[in-house]
């Protein structure tokens, strides 16, 4: 779906985004798997500094380019996002300029902050572990991100970056930032899936004029049966989704488009890659079966409290 939502500060961006996040991935893999979503038709990349695979984005960015002299660097949204460990104002800078090297790009369309933590780096500008093998929180920088957001904006006011938004913002962590921004975030990319259907977020940032980004639409690779049921072995969904002649992902993702935000959906697998990127528009049929589905459920299946040690969604 070439399908695109327009941004607050009028920059569009792709519905769907193509996600980079994996476990245990083979080097190459990033390459081949980002390759083969931009012949397919991606045009959005989400891309990370923590996902250590950004060369590999890069790379695949480049050859692809060179295969096809009609496309240029304009015609694929980027966006990248800075870690934990470098929210201080220079070190976001450092991670800017690191990113768009790997990347091979000297602008991004989106620069987000990863994760509403800031904690301590080393001398070799990697995260910081401490003796409980947990990172090392920056406390004050944590409870107050002005300093860091300003560095954020001052990407922003340059022009080396077309917009510059959030990631893994509660409610309250997205009002507090709203007050002091002079550039409002122009998106907010959180797990969202029919068992964490993250209502009450989706309709306060769509309030705010902050798009939200679906990361896990498909459930997550991360996702640990505890509660008994995974969502991709979920019968209702999967039949509904024969029903309709989908693929479960293109059900899932059409849910989440028609709800009206960004989808990132991840995969290596070329097949998979190819199909859900044909995301159809769903009938109210099919959209409120998966909507009831999603009622009275709340599973998270990426939470990152036992690494940082500390919890971001406390407030
Ligand atoms: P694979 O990469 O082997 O295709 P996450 O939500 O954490 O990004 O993970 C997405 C998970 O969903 C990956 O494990 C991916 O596996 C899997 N996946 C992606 N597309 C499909 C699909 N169309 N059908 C089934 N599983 C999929």
Redesign the pocket.
């Known amino acids: 779906s070439s399908k695109t939502f327009t941004l607050n500060n009028g920059v569009k961006i792709p519905a769907i985004g193509f996600?980079t996040?994996?476990n245990e991935r083979s080097k190459g893999e990033t390459y081949q798997a980002v390759l083969k979503a931009l012949e397919v038709g991606y045009r959005h990349l989400d891309c990370a500094w923590f996902y250590q695979n950004e060369d590999e984005v890069g790379d695949a960015l480049h050859d692809f380019l060179a295969k096809n002299p009609s496309l240029k660097r304009e015609d694929i949204f980027i966006c990248t996002k800075v870690w934990n460990h470098m929210h201080q104002p220079e070190d976001v800078k450092w991670s800017f300029e690191n990113s768009c090297s790997k990347l091979r790009v000297d602008y991004l369309d989106l620069f987000l902050v990863h994760w509403p933590m800031a904690s301590e780096k080393n001398p070799d500008n990697t995260p910081k572990i401490g003796p409980d093998g947990k990172y090392v929180l920056k406390k004050e920088l944590t409870e107050n991100p002005e300093p860091t957001w300003r560095a954020m904006e001052e990407l922003y006011e340059s022009g080396k970056v077309r917009a510059i938004g959030v990631s893994n913002f509660t409610i309250p962590k997205l009002q507090k930032l709203l007050q002091f921004a002079r550039v409002k975030p122009v998106v907010n990319q959180v797990e969202i899936h029919p068992f964490f259907a993250n209502t009450e977020l989706v309709k306060f940032c769509q309030k705010n004029d902050i798009l939200p980004e679906a990361?896990?639409?498909?459930?997550?690779?991360?996702q640990v049966p505890t509660t008994g049921e995974t969502l991709?072995e979920n019968k209702e969904l999967n039949e509904l989704a024969k029903r309709s002649g989908y693929?479960?992902?293109?059900l899932l993702l059409g849910w989440g488009v028609r709800r009206g935000y960004v989808v990132?959906?991840?995969?290596?697998?070329p097949s998979?890659i190819e199909?859900?990127f044909n995301v159809p528009e769903l009938s109210d049929e099919e959209f409120q079966g998966v909507e009831e589905v999603s009622k009275g459920r709340n599973t998270r299946?990426?939470d990152m409290t036992h690494v940082f040690g500390y919890n971001v969604w406390q407030d």
């Not at 990361?215 to 991360?222: E, R």
């Not at 990132?264 to 697998?269: A, E, R, V």
């Open positions: 996600g996040f994996a990361y896990s639409p498909l459930g997550s690779q991360n991709r693929t479960l992902a293109q990132l959906p991840k995969s290596s697998t998979r199909s859900n299946f990426v």
